[in-house]
């Protein structure tokens, strides 16, 4: 998950284009222009689908950081220059709240979570906790079974985490505190394990992973599937769901209003909604919609999601709440 604060909006990528066919200097006056904060993983099964389905040419793919993205969708509406975007699903969420920009969006598909009338969800991701089993050992250290594990003395300059002013995935671990803790024994807890990262909060969602894998620290909180892969890699590693809460964060797709030109637009978001799910599921194994099936491994303990719709301005709070906990 890339880089998402709505605090911090200089620290992002600048615009990649990705085009469909025929380079960056392609005419994109017919083209749909879809703006995009999925990983490049995720965006070369959005084009390899859309072009097997007839869509080779008729469209352009422009990669944007999600606050960057987030920031023109919140401050332009309507204006912006894309048909199609696909972003964290609580920026589509604010955006239209605020804006009204989308237009109605639906397929026979059925979101798990209800859905809405303007967003389709097209890949999700969960936190856990991840270890490095060799190091835990060798440390002498126990397997943490709770968040709240991470902030024992044992643990001091040995665990990781994303900072959730900077990256999306640091939401889930604020998520799964506040929920269990609530704010004032959350706070407590959220600012001992401040204290035991010392130097390893990352600004990335992906550093914690990274550390972990090195060993330059026993364990780290972060997207679950991280951990799985580099353990089917054959590293030392293995992921712990926390008894706090796995929680998940999704992207969605959704159509831009232009005033009535948008059918192919809904077309081109509506295949990568439902054509390009079975191998987004494959590289993000979080079941969305009814009748979707993952392996067992992939399946959270303790999966749960937040008593209320996430937005931006929830994210605020959540990002505020964080501040005070480092004080």
Known sequence: MKKSTVMMFGTVSSAIVL???????????????????????????????????????????????TSELGGKMMAEGKDIEADVVTIASYFIESAQTSKSMFVE???????????????????????????NTDLLAQK????????????????????????????????????????????????????????????????SGSGPIKKVKTGEVAAGFGLRIQAIDAKNEGLPIDYIDPTEGNFTLTESVAVVDKEGDEALASEIAKVIATEARADLLK????????????????????LK??????????????QTFFKEAQQ
Do not use: R
Request: glycine share 8%; with cysteine; hydrophobic share 35%.
């Open 19 to 65: 085009a469909a066919c025929g380079g960056a200097e392609a005419d994109t006056k017919d083209q749909v222009i879809i703006y995009s904060n999925a990983d490049d993983e995720a965006i070369e099964v959005m084009e390899t689908t859309l072009d097997k389905k007839g869509y080779e040419g008729k469209y352009i793919i422009q990669s944007f950081g």
């Open 140 to 203: 002498g250290l126990p397997v943490p079974q709770t968040i709240k594990d991470l902030t024992k003395p044992e643990y001091k300059d040995l665990v990781s985490f994303p900072n959730i002013l900077d990256s999306s995935t640091g939401w889930l671990l604020v998520q799964a505190i506040m929920s269990e803790y609530g704010e004032k024994e959350g706070k407590q807890v959220l600012a001992d394990l401040i204290k035991n990262a010392g130097p390893h909060i990352e600004s």
């Open 105 to 131: 969006l639906s397929s026979e598909l059925k979101p798990l979570d209800g859905g809405s009338t303007y967003a389709l969800p097209i890949l999700g991701n969960v936190g856990s906790i991840f270890i």
């Open 305 to 318: 999601k937040w008593d209320t719709t996430l937005t931006v301005d929830l994210l605020e709070k959540h």
């Open 283 to 302: 590289q993000y194994p979080v079941a969305l919609y009814e009748g979707e099936q993952v392996e067992e491994k992939y399946i959270p303990k303790y």
